[in-house]
């Protein structure tokens, strides 16, 4: 059983900067997809950023782009998500969610129903 726990959300205003970390543990196959996704009240959950683990590949949405980075410290099995220039509409409970043991030729994706093992989540607030 994969368990997921993030940590590092909180309250920042416009401009500031935060990383989240997201601790994995139960999986014993380096094929996985990590990903990070957020919802905002009365919004979809929408993806933010993936990661592949195995070969660090990574992918992010347009809305975050050259702004969210995602990684990973393969050794403390945990994956980052460093969200710089923040705005008040990145506002949202932000969540990792995991896929394991994916085929080699799998492509890592952004939606949610893909994946079948979350955290509890992380709130983030960004004040104008």
């Known amino acids: 059983q994969v368990q997921l726990v993030e940590s590092g959300g909180g309250s920042v205003q416009a401009g500031g900067s935060l990383r989240l970390s997201c601790a994995a543990s139960?999986?014993?196959?380096?094929?996985?997809?990590i990903a990070w996704f957020r919802q905002a009240p009365g919004k979809e959950r929408e993806g933010v950023a993936v990661?592949?683990?195995?070969?660090?590949?990574?992918y992010s949405a347009d809305s975050v782009k050259g702004r969210f980075t995602i990684s990973q410290d393969k050794a403390k099995s945990t994956v980052y998500l460093q969200m710089n220039s923040l705005k008040p509409e990145d506002t949202g409970m932000y969540s990792c969610?995991?896929?394991?043991?994916?085929?080699?030729?799998?492509?890592?994706?952004?939606?949610?129903?893909?994946?079948?093992?979350w955290g509890q989540g992380t709130q983030v607030t960004v004040s104008s």
């Open positions: 990661i592949r683990t195995s070969s660090g590949y990574t």
């Open positions: 969610a995991a896929l394991a043991n994916v085929a080699s030729s799998y492509v890592c994706s952004l939606s949610p129903a893909a994946y079948n093992f």
């Open positions: 139960g999986y014993n196959n380096r094929r996985n997809c």
